[in-house]
């Protein structure tokens, strides 16, 4: 059991409360991205008061083909915080002891949580994509998750485009580092290796695909996502182009992504709301109205 300190707000708890996502229970806590302190439950390697993470695959059933495989982000029977369990808008939050991580100390409470989801999805997102140093990739949609990766990119010495809606949006891109950056209907001044889109938006792949060099790679980061328009395979795909989504995340991304935020001194840029207000945060989530990451805390 987990005493809450403070959870992130992600675009997936808005796709849950909205219905985007089917309902899996007739009620639920949402909140994936949450920072706890152990308050029962305690063992050796995880005693009382130590301060540990947890993020949106809260368990694995181990047995299952794709387990077996090392694929636990794909598990046919999994475990997700705030959507088949309860979550971290809460003050108390329970957790498997296997499914949590304990945090770096250089991190406060509000600039931990965002990592917790936003920060290790957008990191196994740049994984998908396949991107390796040095190599120049696109950013479509610039929010909580894009915000974090473009760090890692900064590290591993990228060439970063980011192509989004709303000023603020760009200008923090631009204050981040990345080397172009345009509207939504903008395209990239050359051709991308890479592309990661953030935004539940099919419209927005056709974009990032038609900036792609042939042989580059869409990685799409998104649970829910409307309708894919048609579009010219000849002119868009062909080329050994690839679309590819990313689902979930495994234990071994979340535990390379907070070494590589050890490593860098990543902190994210957080708007902090009380619990009481978790409606306000989701509604400035949805209207893509804050700059980084909206955090909730007790």
Same mark, same amino acid.
């Given at each position: 059991?987990?005493? $809450? ?22 009620? $639920? ?5 949450? @920072? ?22 809260? &368990?694995?059933? #181990? ?6 495989? &090392? ?16 979550? #971290? ?44 140093? #040095?190599?120049?990739? &696109? ?8 915000? /974090? ?12 485009? $980011? ?73 868009? /795909? ?7 989504? @990313? ?18 001194? /990543? ?32």
């Amino acid at each position: 059991m987990l005493r $809450v300190r403070a959870c992130g707000v992600c675009r997936t708890d808005l796709h849950i409360v909205e219905g985007e996502l089917a309902p899996l229970r007739k009620q $639920v806590i949402p909140g994936h991205q949450i @920072v706890g302190e152990i308050v029962e439950g305690a063992t050796k390697e995880l005693p009382a008061g130590l301060r540990v993470g947890v993020s949106w695959l809260g &368990g694995a059933d #181990g047995s299952c083909p794709y387990c077996r495989r &090392g694929d636990e982000n794909l598990c046919d029977r999994p475990v997700f915080t705030g959507y088949t369990v309860d979550g #971290g808008y809460a003050e108390y939050a329970a957790a498997r002891a296997d499914f949590v991580f304990p945090l770096p100390r250089s991190l406060d409470d509000a600039h931990a949580a965002p990592l917790l989801c936003a920060g290790i999805i957008g990191f196994r997102s740049l994984r998908v994509a396949g991107v390796q140093p #040095g190599e120049r990739v &696109g950013l479509f949609g610039f929010g909580a998750s894009a915000h /974090l990766a473009i760090a890692v990119l900064n590290a591993w010495k990228c060439e970063v485009c $980011v192509s989004t809606r709303g000023d603020s949006h760009r200008r923090l891109a631009a204050s981040l580092g990345a080397k172009w950056v345009g509207t939504e209907d903008e395209k990239p001044p050359a051709e991308l290796d890479r592309a990661v889109t953030f935004a539940p938006s099919g419209k927005v792949v056709i974009a990032a695909l038609s900036s792609l060099r042939k042989g580059g790679v869409v990685a799409i980061n998104a649970i829910h996502l409307d309708q894919m328009p048609a579009f010219d395979y000849d002119n868009l /795909l062909w080329g050994e182009r690839q679309i590819r989504s @990313v689902a979930n995340m495994t234990r071994q991304d979340a535990r390379d992504f907070l070494e590589i935020v050890a490593q860098i001194g /990543l902190r994210p840029k957080s708007t902090i709301f009380p619990l009481a207000q978790a409606n306000e945060a989701l509604v400035a989530v949805k209207n893509d109205s804050i700059d980084g990451a909206a955090v909730i805390t007790p």
